[in-house]
């Protein structure tokens, strides 16, 4: 009987969709008949999600095998990178590890590394400056004030890597191409478990593919930065987020073009100059694990994953719970045990709907303000037809689960293992 039950609640939910609502008919999630067992319990919401994101617990014996893969090939790579690239031996100081995987945010098996290289040129304060563009929010200028410093680092440093004394971005990018093209022609690869490897660009990163004896593959993104510390005043960003992280902010500049939406509010040459800012450490800080809050980015991923949201980046989703956060903050007189309160695992159902009411008001505006500019629209790329389609989408998924949590496991696409008899 709860068979039969449970069977006509999925199929009714598909039908309406169907009948009327106007938004991306999906495809039926048909789920195997199976004997559910009913049970009656207190936060049913809660208990469905946390059994949904069982689903996605990552394999403890390819999490460490891949890492002792990773740490072995960056370890001998890094120094044939260093023997075939004299500036890249003087500037290299250390990797960091970034990405989904080193913040708890993976939803998929361990095969993917994001491998900030943070570069330095160790010159005196006084020789150089990081300011931020004024016209461009999120974005920053590395000016040599004193180009001779350049010269007694090295010979070719300043004309290999700047223009008219700027650090230029796709100067930068080509050479840590040619960087990594040049040691893997002189590289032995000796990495257990490892068979072969093969590189490829993507973005501002150099991919290098790890190919393992068993077939499977790891993907590692290399990315050249540059640390500096800018003060946390930039153009557009919130008060709030600035009291929330201080006076300054350690920053990585990452070579990510900017890339105008419309008109450019600068010039071509200027455009060249241009580095993106990116915070991981406030971002880290604010994230931490606090109750729901990394579930919640979880769950965001994961549903977008079952919809044509591509657009939807997972930084933007980790943004819109990042502005929940501050806002609760703000609401309550800054008291960090109330933000705790708020996010604690019992109340996981709570914060997950309310983060999809959040991403639908946002979609519906085409507009999710980066975090730490509010001038810098992350969707600025939507299109107004993509938006109403996705925000209509949101909108009936939130009517539906909020209706019965039972709805959940269709739209994670998940076979139910109990079904709520206390509905």
């Known amino acids: 009987m709860q068979t039969i039950l449970i069977t006509l609640l999925l199929m009714g939910t598909y039908l309406a969709e169907l009948r009327g609502e106007g938004v991306c008919a999906q495809s039926d999630m048909s789920f195997e008949a199976q004997s559910l067992q009913p049970k009656k319990l207190r936060k049913p919401g809660v208990t469905i999600l946390k059994e949904i994101l069982k689903g996605i617990k990552l394999d403890e014996i390819l999490i460490k095998e891949n890492n002792e893969i990773l740490h072995s090939f960056l370890s001998s790579f890094i120094e044939a990178m260093k023997r075939s690239d004299e500036i890249f031996k003087l500037i290299y100081q250390r990797v960091h590890y970034t990405g989904s995987f080193y913040h708890d945010l993976r939803v998929s098996q361990p095969d993917e590394f994001d491998i900030n290289l943070i570069l330095n040129f160790g010159f005196k304060e006084s020789d150089f400056e990081v300011t931020y ?74 991919t290098i593919k790890l190919i393992k004896r068993n077939g499977s593959c790891i993907d590692i993104d290399l990315v050249p930065v540059f640390a500096c510390t800018l003060p946390s005043k930039q153009p557009g960003i919130d008060g709030r987020v600035e009291r929330l992280v201080g006076s300054s902010l350690e920053t990585f500049l990452v070579p ?101 009411k959040k991403l639908t008001n946002y979609v519906e505006q085409r507009n999710i303000p980066y975090f730490f500019s509010k001038k810098n629209n992350l969707l600025s790329k939507i299109r107004p037809e993509e938006a109403l389609n996705i925000s209509g989408r949101l909108k009936f998924i939130i009517r539906n689960v909020e209706a019965n949590p039972n709805n959940f496991w269709q739209y994670f696409n998940v076979r139910p293992t109990f079904v709520i008899s206390n509905l």
């Open 256 to 356: 990510k073009p900017y890339s105008p939406p419309g008109q450019a509010p600068v010039n071509k040459t200027e455009i060249t100059r241009l580095w993106r800012t990116h915070f991981p450490d406030a971002e880290k800080k604010l994230i931490r694990d606090i109750g729901c809050v990394k579930p919640v980015i979880k769950l965001l991923k994961l549903l977008r994953d079952q919809n044509p949201w591509k657009i939807l980046a997972s930084y933007y989703l980790k943004t819109v719970v990042m502005w929940m956060m501050l806002e609760h903050l703000e609401k309550e007189g800054w008291k960090e045990e109330k933000l705790k309160e708020h996010w604690k695992e019992d109340k996981l159902d709570e914060r997950f709907i309310e983060a999809l």
């Open 133 to 206: 563009s004024p016209q461009v929010p999120a974005y920053a200028r590395y000016y040599l004030k004193n180009p001779e410093a350049a010269i007694k680092k090295h010979p070719r440093l300043l004309q290999l890597l700047f223009e008219n004394n700027y650090l230029i971005l796709e100067k930068v990018r080509k050479w840590i191409q040619s960087v990594v093209d040049k040691a893997m022609q002189h590289y032995t690869l000796s990495v257990k478990n490892v068979r072969m490897m093969e590189r490829s660009s993507s973005g501002p990163a150099r």
